[in-house]
């Protein structure tokens, strides 16, 4: 920058100040919503319900038959051996003290088994309040009035429900917590400096504070769902993404100091280099995570616009806050080891023995880029074999949370004296003139175990049904001379209820409703089949459509980004294919690890489309990084050249950014729900690869060994420059051997 265009003294410090406090003033406001989040979080699954769905149906209709919208809890008593008169009636005592907190519903009476060593007690709960605070007051009812001998959990699905936002504590705290301490600690190893890892943490921390205020917001307004999971993913992603873009600023910065420019000229040289690269990133990332808009789901559409809120800020605070901390603070961040003139020149001379790692790694790629290239992909292709092993097509709600948990266990003795599904049954929305028909389809279905019918007169708001001479037939318990209960009618329908023999978050359970749905379309009937078990079976049928939907669309997607980023085809159609094969790899490892070492019981099918999404957009950083930073340099010193100086000077920024995002994302595996878990497995391993196998060797070699015509059809790849390769260079030859192997 010549004098005439350097700002003032007074306004290269104001410039900067104004941008610090408008940032802090953006954290001041937006760090106390990490204590309100769930003001405006949900983790019931029932409001992620895909919208075409039939299980989507009946749940809009649940509050018309039922009175109102309500969410099944189960409460199950169990003394292992026959339960006698008085602690039956305490259990009942218990069910009216139930009935008496405010957010419960209804309760039934005490349901003795068969075998008469157990009791349950259904209990309908708000589902528009604090479910989980709700399910937390039952437990310490059930917990200190349980009479001796007899031990009771409560399960169902809001118990599990509760069990799963439990699993999420700690998220805006634990999670925060061991994501910041090891990016702290990588970065202060990275740059043996006190001062400059706490800037980039700055730049992290206001940037999701800044984030999770708008995210906040839009939730309020309800204009985008938020969830545990959604909330959890988006602070790492953030802190991520942040660290990441300030790293790659750093590096520029620090070249730039090392050529001995001063604090203004530094960042604003820092800018001009890292600005086209860190917007490219953040682009492609946001333009691959608003492709789950695309999805049926309500919890993958919310991600998308989620996401892409905290990486545009993780973005602006990258570009203004960080250069404007780093404009004051200057070469005095890097202290004790401040970089000196010469300290950042790229030693990229074949003739001179390579010094640095990365040099060294720039010679080797040099001397051996086809076996470089070739050995890697064979790698990367021999671990995705393991993707034949991967199993994601949905677990039981029981199997989410991977901690203790209370409703997991009650499932478990439920089983053993009632049917499996009691409590969680499906319901049949019929026609009434159909109803007869409907009550003997349901009934004949194998997984059955009975069928009732809504009713505003029985005791319980439901009566069993029969089919006699082809009309419905309703019984209840009730006293003496009761007249018999009726169906209760919407809009000319009625409500069916099917209680089931396998636990309702089985894959069993799952299978009979697939079979009844296939059965009613086989039929003449007009019904629709929800309940919980529909929605999970929805939600997984959803989730595998939404994968191969989206998947392919965000291929295209940053394939184009790439294309107008290096001005070529060639180059973006080969980055793809190796974030694909490492994608791949990563997937493939992973199973093996999910099945053989942690045992898990299967994963849920958004967890290979979140991997994807992340693993892509986040992993084509690092090829952007470089390549970009590639394509510089070719232009100035030809591309094979300009190879070996982009893997030397973007080497030590974007190995140190992929520790930082695999330590993020390794930081989900704190929150003990398997989604987070194994989505933190997936992305943080695949990270590893990326940086140090596709983006270190793979993509340097094949490019190398590629040549000028990498760039193909932008004009670069017609240059002459750099035509012929490099000749074969060893540590030991000498400047006029080197210079003999170039004669004709």
Not at 170 to 199: C, K, Q
Not at 255 to 279: C, F, H, K, N, Y
Not at 575 to 601: D, K, M, N, Q, R
Request: proline share 6%; glycine share 10%.
């Amino acid at each position: 920058m010549s004098p005439a265009s350097t700002p003032s003294r007074w306004l290269r410090i104001a410039l900067p100040l104004v941008l610090v406090v408008i940032w802090l003033a953006g954290g001041s406001l937006g760090g106390p919503y990490f204590g309100k989040v769930d003001e405006v979080s949900t983790n019931d699954q029932s409001s992620f319900l895909p919208q075409s769905a039939e299980s989507t149906q009946v749940q809009e209709r649940l509050g018309d038959f039922l009175g109102g919208d309500a969410i099944p809890a189960l409460v199950v008593f169990d003394a292992g051996r026959a339960l006698d008169g008085p602690q039956l009636d305490a259990v009942q005592t218990i069910a009216d003290r139930i009935a008496d907190l405010t957010g419960v519903q209804e309760v039934s009476p005490a349901i003795p088994s068969e075998d008469g060593e157990a009791a349950q007690v259904v209990v309908s709960i708000d589902s528009g309040g604090e479910v989980t605070d709700i399910v937390g007051e039952v437990r310490e009812l059930v917990a200190a009035d349980a009479p001796d001998g007899v031990r009771a959990w409560v399960t169902g699905p809001a118990g599990f429900t509760a069990d799963l936002a439990t699993g999420f504590t700690g998220i805006d705290g634990l999670l925060l917590l061991v994501a910041l301490g090891a990016v702290f600690v990588i970065l202060v190893i990275v740059y043996r400096s006190p001062l400059l890892p706490l800037l980039v943490l700055l730049t992290s921390v206001f940037a999701l504070c800044v984030a999770l205020l708008s995210v906040w917001w839009l939730a309020k307004a309800g204009i985008v769902v938020l969830n545990g999971q959604v909330q959890g993913i988006l602070f790492i992603l953030v802190i991520g993404a942040a660290t990441d873009y300030a790293l790659l600023y750093v590096a520029r910065f620090r070249e730039a100091i090392g050529e001995g420019r001063r604090r203004w000229d530094a960042a604003t040289a820092a800018w001009r280099g890292s600005v086209e690269p860190i917007l490219a990133s953040g682009g492609t990332v946001i333009a691959g995570l608003l492709c789950l808009l695309l999805s049926d789901l309500a919890s993958n559409r919310a991600l998308g616009p989620i996401a892409s809120i905290g990486i545009a800020f993780a973005m602006l605070s990258a570009l203004t806050f960080l250069p404007a901390l780093l404009a004051l603070v200057g070469r005095a961040a890097f202290w004790p080891f401040i970089p000196k003139a010469g300290m950042t020149e790229l030693p990229i001379d074949l003739t001179q023995p390579a010094r640095g790692l990365w040099a060294r790694l720039a010679r080797f790629v040099a001397r051996r880029a086809r076996i470089v290239w070739i050995v890697s992909t064979v790698v990367l292709l021999a671990a995705s074999v393991g993707v034949t092993q991967l199993k994601a097509d949905g677990v039981p709600a029981s199997e989410l949370v991977l901690g203790a948990s209370q409703a997991r266990d009650g499932q478990a003795v439920l089983a053993e004296h009632f049917p499996a599904g009691s409590g969680s049954p499906l319901y049949v929305i019929v026609p009434e003139a159909e109803a007869p028909d409907a009550a003997e389809l349901v009934a004949d279905q194998d997984g059955v175990e009975s069928v009732g019918v809504v009713s505003a007169d029985a005791p319980a708001g439901q009566a069993d049904a029969t089919v006699e001479d082809g009309e419905l037939v309703l019984t209840a318990q009730g006293p003496p001379g009761a007249p018999a209960p009726t169906a209760t009618v919407d809009g000319g329908d009625v409500m069916l209820v099917a209680t089931l023999s396998d636990a309702a978050d089985s894959l069993a359970a799952e299978q009979t409703v697939r079979d009844l749905r296939d059965a009613v379309a086989g039929s003449t009937l007009d019904a629709v089949v929800g309940g919980t078990t529909a929605v999970d079976l929805d939600t997984n049928d959803t989730s595998i459509r939404d994968r191969t939907v989206i998947i392919p669309v965000i291929l295209v997607v940053v394939l184009l980004i790439l294309m107008l980023l290096l001005r070529s085809i060639l180059a973006p159609v080969l980055l793809i294919l190796s974030v694909i094969v490492s994608f791949a790899a990563a997937l493939g490892v992973s199973a093996l690890v999910f099945t053989e070492v942690f045992g898990f019981p299967g994963g849920d099918p958004a967890v290979p489309l979140y991997g994807f999404v992340f693993l892509v957009a986040l992993g084509i950083d690092y090829n952007i990084f470089l390549m970009s930073r590639v394509r510089e340099e070719s232009v100035r010193h030809g591309t094979r050249r300009g190879i070996l100086r982009g893997l030397v000077a973007t080497g030590g920024v974007i190995t140190s950014a992929g520790l930082v995002l695999a330590a993020t994302f390794a930081a989900l595996g704190v929150i003990q729900i398997l989604f987070l878990v194994q989505l933190a497995f997936i992305v943080a391993f695949g990270v590893l690869l990326d940086t140090f196998i596709v983006r270190s060797l793979l993509v340097p070699a094949l490019a190398y060994d590629i040549g000028r015509t990498i760039w193909w059809p932008s004009k670069l790849a017609r240059s002459g420059v750099d035509e012929t390769p490099e000749p074969p260079v060893t540590e030991e030859m000498s400047r006029a051997e080197y210079r003999r192997t170039l004669e004709p």
